[in-house]
């Protein structure tokens, strides 16, 4: 039976990535060796890395002045490098969820947090919109795309101060202005690569500025003079991440990822709408994730949950079981995802209701 994977991370690759990856790990470039067995510092892969590095700058249509960076440790490692790296005394925080409250949490070993706004108030289940980012914080950090909640934040703030957004599931889903941002950073198990790498687009000139001493590895500088090869990377993600590089340019770039990602939510969305026994757990359609979509059973039919589960999976569905937070579905659709895919979810959610 064809599966449709939809989990949340790690998550669905574009086909040709995960075969032209096995490829390359039983023989990399016709070199009789594989990707995996090879030095990093070799001129074969330096090729990789340079063409990964000039691919992000090339889809994102990021500006001179900016590094990419693949490093190891996780978006969660980012949180705490992050504030080490640019938080002097104050920085301000938007929190959306779960990762935010991460990032917030690791912030406030290094000095004074602001939360500018919070949607705990209903599980965070919506964007937080009245809010002013203050003129005397040394930066502003928010999450793009709360993968958990299913909510989204797809426009590039205007801000008094530099502003830093973990992307790591909404990266290369739509076009961003670059140069509106000191920092952009994201694991690339969602829309990228496999586990193991992740992506860190940094402003050259902000670094440097704290007073601190910080630790070498944790220091962006090293990592931007050593071009990502201060100590050994995830060399296979970050093959992996090439590839994905590779076929996103030449689907059309983020403008085409964009319009498949509407496609695809609009698709779905309008079935939960219209499904008489499910509804959406994020109501305001510009909060709504293209990326990670939540539904739940209506309060009626909560008793048929594990029944559709069960019809789901008996029908190829993957990974639509909702966070434990939020209970309920969630339907992950990123880049790779095909339409074909949504449209089976809609089927499947079609014959349910009828059946019931
Ligand atoms: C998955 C996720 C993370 C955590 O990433 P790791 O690479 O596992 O550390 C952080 N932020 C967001 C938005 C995520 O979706």
Redesign the pocket.
Known sequence: MKKHNFS??PSILPREVIEETAKGVLDFNGSGLSVLEVSHRGKDFQAVIDEAEALFKEILNIPEGYSVLFLG???????CMVPYNFLEKKAAYLNTGV?SK?AIKEAKGFGEVVEVASSADATFSYIPKDFVIPSDVDYFHF??????YGTEIRKDFDSPVPVIS????DIFSRPIDVSKYMCIY?????NLAP?GV?FVIVKNDAVGKVSRYIPTMLNYQTHIDGGSMFNTPPVLPIYSAMLTLRWIKAQGGVVEMQRRAVERAELLYGEIDRNRLFRGTVTCDEDRSYMNICFVMKDEYKELEADFMKFATERGMVGIKGHRSVGGFRASCYNAMPLESVRALVECMQEFEKAH
């Open positions: 949340a991370g440790g996780g978006a969660s490692t980012q949180f990762w991460k999450t793009s795309n709360n993968t958990i973990d992307m790591s599931s994201g694991g690339a198990q969602k586990a992740t």
